[in-house]
Nanobody, 121 residues
Framework: QGQLVESGGGSVQAGGSLRLSCAAS????????MAWFRQAPGKEREGVAR????????YYADSVKGRFTISQDNAKNTVYLQMNSLKPEDTSMYYC??????????????WGQGTQVTVSS
């Protein structure tokens, strides 16, 4: 059974950095699209970044390009989201997801429990 476990959220001031981690069970990590989504209160869940674990191809939402970096560690079945130059509008619950298409929420089969990121001004 597939499992995703996120960690690394927290509170930071604007301009700061955080790194999120998503550890996946081996059965759902290899040769899959893995993505980070976020959802703020009262807003729809939106895609932030995604990576294909088979070859490392990445895509980013326009709102985070140049500030966020998604990466992978195949030895640990883990995907990371390095977030730099954080802004208050980045405040959200961040979710890791696996085995989906593009940034279409409904296509992702596996979801983590979420980790809160709060950016203060």
């Amino acid at each position: 059974q597939g499992q995703l476990v996120e960690s690394g959220g927290g509170s930071v001031q604007a301009g700061g950095s955080l790194r999120l981690s998503c550890a996946a069970s081996a059965s759902i990590y290899k040769n899959r699209w893995m993505a980070w989504f976020r959802q703020a209160p009262g807003k729809e869940r939106e895609g932030v970044a995604r990576i294909y674990t088979g070859n490392g191809v990445t895509y980013y939402a326009d709102s985070v390009k140049g500030r966020f970096t998604i990466s992978q560690d195949n030895a640990k079945n883990t995907v990371y989201l390095q977030m730099n130059s954080l802004k208050p509008e980045d405040t959200s619950m961040y979710y890791c997801a696996a085995n989906g298409v593009a940034f279409v929420v409904g296509t992702y089969t596996y979801w983590g429990q979420g980790t809160q990121v709060t950016v203060s001004s």
